[in-house]
Every structure is written in C-alpha cells, then in structure tokens.
C-alpha cells in the first residue's frame, strides 16, 4: 500500500510551533528589576527550562543575582506582551540589536503591567498573570555557538489565581486555564479541549467549567 507524501521541504527562519509565552522577572545590579518576554520555555517536573539569547538582560542578571521569577500570561494580555517585545534592559543596547530594539529601564510600566511582592525571591510577580513561578536559576548551559543559553530553573512557590484552581485541590484547571501561545510569531490561545492524557488527575474539566 503506498500513499501520496503531501509534505514539502522547507526552510523556516524560525521554529516556533506554538510554545508558551512566559514573562521573566529578574534583578539589575542597581536593585531595580528587569522584565522580559520569552517563547522557549518547557517544564519537567519542578524545574523550567529557558531558551535565552545571549546578549539579552535576563541572561546576565541571572549569572549573578539567580532569583527570578517566571509569569505566564493568559491570552488576552497579549498586546502588552508585545508592547515589551521591542524593549530591552541593556544599557547600552547590544549592537545586534540596535536595528530593532530601544532600552527601557520600567518595563512594567511600558506594557501596562503591576508588580506584585514575591515570597521567596527578590525579583516581583506580573499581577495580572494567572500563574506565577517564583524560582531559582541552578544551571546554565551555552548553545547555538554562544547565542543562548539553557537555563535550569527550580521552582520554588506556584502561586495560581484562584480562578483556575480546581476548588478543594492543587491542582490546576485545564479547562479554566489558558496559556498565550507564541506561534510561529503569531499570538493564539488554546482551542476548546479534546480530550485528556491516560495520566491526568483532572479529567472532568469540561463538566466543572461549563
């Protein structure tokens, strides 16, 4: 049996096929505190995975101060996502990125965003995202010929707005929660859910939420 292969090669210039936004809190040298928007981020258990580019803020400020914070927005703050998308922390901008991209040292304010004291790290929380991951930076590895690094983050404290937290649990709602999605450059949220993993301990999300 054969069947007609519909697939093409193609050279994409960048491959993001749909990954979470999550917003990075860190803190300067000078004690004020950074915020930036990043689309390579996955978990495993109770670490974080970041993809950072090498001459960003965030990158620095981890290698010296590891506290962090790692917000993840819901869909409907994209705009103010991308109100940061074009703003750095570094002073002076990195050459590389002078073409496109303007110091900012209040991002908060620029994208309309509130900080919101943490509990166990210095850098503050994004207020208005549904998730919050207070965390420590423990390892980091360099890639892509020194232009980013993998950073290992341990997740310390989960705060959850009580919105998507199934009542009486810790655990959080699939059906009430939706991440912003980074895809292909595009903003999206997820689509209504099709089903659950053999492994989920909320498989009843659409009878709850409804």
């Known amino acids: 049996m054969t069947t007609t292969d519909t697939h093409r090669v ?56 590891p506290e962090l914070v790692i917000s993840l927005p819901s869909p409907e703050l994209w705009e103010r996502v991308e109100r940061l998308a074009p703003l750095t922390g570094a002073d002076p901008v990195p050459e590389a990125k002078r073409a496109a991209y303007r110091y900012e040292p209040d991002k908060f304010s620029a994208a309309g965003l509130t900080p919101r004291p ?37 997740v310390l404290r989960v705060h959850a707005d009580e919105r998507i937290v199934v009542p009486g649990t810790q655990h959080v709602d699939p059906g009430a929660w939706s991440p912003l999605i980074y895809n292909f450059r595009h903003y999206h949220g997820l689509t209504p859910e099709l089903g659950h993993g053999f492994r989920s301990e909320t498989p009843r999300t659409t009878a709850r939420t409804g």
């Open 10 to 65: 193609i050279r994409p210039s960048i491959l993001y096929f749909g990954t979470p936004v999550a917003l990075l809190t860190t803190e300067n040298a000078s004690g004020t505190f950074n915020l930036a928007p990043v689309s390579s981020a996955w978990a495993l258990g109770q670490r974080v995975v970041l993809g950072l580019g090498s001459e960003g803020r965030t990158v620095r400020n981890l290698a010296e101060r």
């Open 118 to 154: 943490s509990h166990l790290v210095r850098p503050p929380r994004v207020a208005e995202a549904p998730l919050q991951l207070e965390a420590r930076a423990v390892a980091s590895t360099p890639g892509g010929g020194g232009s980013f690094y993998s950073v290992e983050c341990e």
